[in-house]
Every structure is written in structure tokens, then in C-alpha cells.
């Protein structure tokens, strides 16, 4: 089984105080298994250009950099043409039955679709248009 991480399971990697169960379960999976999107990296990326401290975002964007994008080397989710061509089929559908979703939500749950994902998440109820599996850790 793989797994995509939501940008809201990354930041507990990073946070003062990291949700313990989040962390547990991220160690019980198979390293190889787990998976990023390009999506994720530019979230992440724009949160730490909005940080005020330049020594915070020294420190933020070296983790970006010298730890979380080696981690994950070669397991780093591209927008590619199967992701897009489900991503335009699922978004017009969504948007025909009056549930549209924001871009990059809707571009994460169409990778997940295209390439056999389960979502790891925090935030199901922004997922629930999709019929992908999803895994909430922090319950």
C-alpha cells in the first residue's frame, strides 16, 4: 500500500509539540511507502515565506531543504497527465453537483486517484468528495 501526506501531517514533523500518535503511526508504516506531493512542497514553502523571523525561516526552509526534500527523494508526487486528466474529469463532475473544491485539495485527492493513494489526513471532510481511502492518525 503507499501513502500521499497531507501538508497537515508534515507540519507535525516540525511542530513544538507534535501529536504523538501522528508520529507513531508514520514510524509504523514502511518508509518506501509513504510519499509526498509537489502540491505539499509549495504549501509548505508558502508558510515559510509568511514567517516574520528570518531565523525561524532560516531554520524552516533548511528543513525543507536538507531534510524533508532528501527524505523523500524519489518519492515525490510530479503533476503529471494521469493526475490531470482525473483531476478534470472529478472537478467537473464535483462542480456539476455544486460541491466544488480548492485547487490544490482537489489536485492532492486526484493524485491519490490516478496513482492508488491512500490520504493521510487530518482534514477528511475536505476529502469526502472524492471516493479515495483516507487515514486520519491523529483520532
Not at 501526506?5 to 514502511?30: A, G, R, Y
Not at 482525473?86 to 482537489?106: A, C, R, T
Not at 492508488?116 to 479515495?132: A, Q
Amino acid at each position: 500500500m503507499k501513502y500521499l501526506l497531507d501538508t497537515n501531517i508534515i507540519s507535525e514533523f516540525i511542530s513544538k509539540q507534535p501529536n504523538q500518535k501522528v508520529l507513531d503511526f508514520i514510524k509504523s508504516l514502511d518508509e518506501e511507502d509513504i510519499y509526498l506531493s509537489v502540491i505539499t512542497i509549495g504549501e509548505i514553502k508558502f508558510g515559510i515565506e509568511k514567517v516574520k523571523s528570518e531565523t525561524k525561516k532560516e531554520t524552516l526552509s533548511n528543513w525543507l531543504n536538507s531534510d524533508l526534500l532528501e527524505r523523500f527523494k524519489g518519492r515525490i508526487v510530479n503533476i503529471d497527465t494521469p493526475i490531470m486528466l482525473k483531476w478534470g474529469e472529478v472537478n467537473q463532475y464535483l462542480q456539476s453537483i455544486g460541491k466544488p473544491m480548492p485547487i490544490m485539495d482537489s489536485l492532492i485527492a486526484s493524485s491519490c486517484l490516478a496513482k492508488n493513494f491512500v490520504l493521510i489526513t487530518r482534514n477528511e471532510k475536505d476529502f469526502y468528495s472524492f471516493d479515495i481511502e483516507m487515514v486520519n492518525p491523529f483520532l
